[in-house]
């Protein structure tokens, strides 16, 4: 239901934005998250939007660097990130949840490679 793309390999300093393509019904009322698992650490929450106000979370590691958006005419959730670090680099999942202010993430999507070169 959920599959993201956009990753790849970017240089430090550098941008990319992730998408996600959702299909199943009401997507506009489904919050959105973006999370990542970097190699041999627990997966971690990188970024949401409510779908009920629209309210946005990031985690404190991207606040001012990723920015995340959804078009819910396109179905679609994304990941604006730039000034990219190597610690940046991991999986990154995107998630949804019919809840306003999820607890856990109901669906999940498969992962897009993001590695970031110093």
């Known amino acids: 239901q959920l599959q993201a793309s956009g990753g790849g390999l970017v240089q430090a300093g550098g941008s990319l934005r992730l998408s996600c393509a959702a299909s199943?019904?009401?997507?506009?009322?489904?919050?959105l998250a973006w999370f990542r698992r970097a190699p041999g650490k627990e997966r971690e929450f990188v970024a949401s939007i409510s779908w009920s106000d629209g309210n946005k979370h990031y985690a404190d590691s991207v606040k001012g660097r990723f920015t995340i958006s959804r078009d819910n005419a396109k179905f679609s959730v994304y990941l604006q990130m730039d000034s990219l670090k190597p610690e940046d680099t991991a999986v990154y999942y995107c998630?949804?949840?019919?809840?306003?202010?999820?607890?856990?993430?109901?669906?999940w999507g498969q992962g897009t490679q993001v590695t970031v070169s110093s």
């Open positions: 998630a949804k949840d019919p809840s306003p202010r999820p607890k856990t993430w109901r669906y």
């Open positions: 199943g019904r009401a997507f506009s009322h489904y919050s």
